[in-house]
């Protein structure tokens, strides 16, 4: 195994110490317990949004933290859940008096500490709303979790309530709009390889060099089925049908297509993966009106891809488009 490492069991405090030395000016890290919080938090009288996870999957969520997205960020170990402490302290760091709201994705340890911070957080009066993200259309259980996965639409949400909580909106409602987003969209991912994490040294699954595994979640756990490695339209149509079909998706809806990388994925690749989507996409009369292609959810450096749709509305545009900056997403700003 060779990874830019200092040592395997101090990666997330040194990779927090490079997110404090490279985005200083936008955002404030602690390492009792581990949160990356905007610099200018709270703010008052806006709804505050807070998220976390496993480390591993960078950008998410500390990536995104700053103006028109996240307020604060709690990183995990690597693919362990942040705990409730850390929660609870970044709720209270963005508590502006708007109340604050939890976007969390359906993995066991996630859901489980992020409603005892909840708890807690209305505990200390403030007021607290979650949205719970289960996009994953591969399988229904998992290694992590009971019921669906919570991957790519995690990062739509957070940028489409981050904007709204920034327009001024009532935490209901950007808890609301939250919950919308994931209602309507579905995910789909797959890989190429495992990855290796740095404490284990060893890879997350087996995979011959002549397979793929289809339906991964971003743990690296099995998916749907295993086949022969074939080409990118092939991949693309066995993400892609899955996912249509499972809204459903139907001829005339406008959608945001995400083409996400895995970690190791070159940009190249990506752009293949998108040119079938689009195909495929047209032929099933829908029409992409924004994208994101890149790698924004990952699974340390593994390779492949998911891809993500979620069915748009007049107000999801609006605030997909809004200004946001943040250190591995920003326009407008």
């Known amino acids: 195994m060779k990874k830019l490492i200092n040592a395997p069991d101090a990666v997330v405090a040194d990779a927090l110490r490079g997110v404090q030395a490279a985005h200083g000016d936008r955002v404030r890290v602690t390492f009792d317990p581990y949160c990356v919080v905007r610099a200018d938090a709270p703010v008052q009288g806006k709804v505050g949004l807070i998220s976390g996870g496993g480390s591993g999957h960078e950008p998410m969520h500390g990536g995104f933290v700053g103006p028109g997205m996240l ?52 505990g200390e009066e403030i007021e607290v709303e979650t949205i719970l993200t289960n996009d994953d259309v591969a399988v229904e259980d998992s290694l992590y979790t009971a019921g669906r996965r919570g991957v790519g639409v995690t990062v739509l949400v957070e940028k489409i309530a981050g904007a709204a909580a920034e327009a001024g909106r009532a935490l209901s409602e950007v808890a609301e709009i939250g919950r919308r987003v994931n209602a309507q969209g579905r995910s789909m991912g797959m890989a190429l390889t495992p990855c290796i994490t740095p404490a284990s040294g060893q890879p997350s699954f087996e995979l011959a060099e002549d397979e793929v595994e289809i339906g991964i979640g971003i743990h690296g756990e099995p998916g749907r089925f295993r086949e022969k490695a074939g080409p990118a339209s092939q991949v693309a149509e066995r993400l892609l049908t899955p996912i249509v079909e499972d809204l459903p998706f139907g001829s005339g809806d406008r959608v945001l297509a995400f083409v996400n990388g895995m970690g190791g994925t070159p940009l190249l690749e990506l752009y293949i993966v998108y040119a079938e989507v689009a195909k495929i996409a047209s032929d099933h009369g829908l029409t992409i ?26 107000e999801m545009v609006r605030y997909w488009d ?5 250190p591995a997403l920003r326009w407008g700003a």
Do not use: W
């Open 322 to 326: 809004a200004p946001v900056n943040t």
């Open 71 to 122: 307020d604060a960020a709690c990183p995990g170990e690597v693919f362990t859940s942040p705990t409730p402490d850390q929660m609870l302290e970044a709720t209270k760091a963005v508590n502006g008096g708007a109340g604050v709201v939890h976007v969390v994705k359906n993995y066991t340890g996630d859901v489980m500490n992020f409603d005892m911070a909840a708890e807690m957080g209305r």
């Open 289 to 314: 009106e924004r994208n994101l292609i890149g790698n924004y959810i990952t699974s340390l450096e593994m390779q492949g891809c998911s891809i993500t749709l979620v069915k748009l509305d007049d």
